[in-house]
């Protein structure tokens, strides 16, 4: 057990609201310990009042996923705490539309560093706290998917290439990871009511968190390296 109790936790990303958020109550109300993080920790009102009500359970940190610096500094600070974590979730993504036509490289490299770079330098610095039999999420999308191949058409191209690239540091990672007994997933959270996925999404956030946690629950290692939808069926790469 870790100094101030964070020993066996849950470490999530991207934590301030949406589905971050719904992870981050759903796992107090169970009574585990938490950590989360916030690119603007000072301004997750939400995720403060949280830290307040659970202060035995609940550290909210700093971090920006698409700053290197900002990584590197969170290895100091999980080295501080001495957390360990049992269950991992890489939450904190963007999703920005630009059409055919109007394509820049900074959209697409602001897709890649936050939803693909990110991800994979934060699971690199996660390794060495967790546990043994740990999981590691990489929250996805199904427009990652090159077989499921759907709405083609829509102005989310930089987003649905930095989705493919991480199923692929997904599946490199599973691979890499198995000789110290840890799974990595892809999962793909469907259409749900948050600021990214808008009012018309037929999915809440509470109903949606409660679909994954079941599903990351029933996960084995026999399925590590997979991309799975929120009740765990499996999607094409």
Known sequence: MGENGFSGSVFITGANRGMGLGYVVHYLKQGLSVIATAKKPGEAEELLRLEKEYPNQLSVLGLDVSCETSILNLEDRLQDIRATFFLAIN??????????????????ETHFRVNTIGPALVSQTLVPFLEKGAKLIQVSSGLGSLGQSSNLSNGLS??????????????????????KDIMVFAINPGW??????????PSTIE??????????ERLTFEQTGSFLSEKGELIPW
Do not use: P, Q
């Open 207 to 216: 109903g949606a968190v409660g679909d994954i946690t079941e599903t990351i």
């Open 158 to 179: 930089a987003y649905a290439a930095s989705k493919c690239a991480l199923h692929s540091i997904t599946v490199r990672l599973a691979e890499k990871l198995r000789t």
């Open 192 to 201: 749900v009511k948050t600021k990214m996925g808008g009012d018309n999404a």
């Open 91 to 108: 939450n904190a993504g963007i999703s920005l539309e630009e059409e055919f036509g109007e394509w820049t490289s900074a959209i697409f």
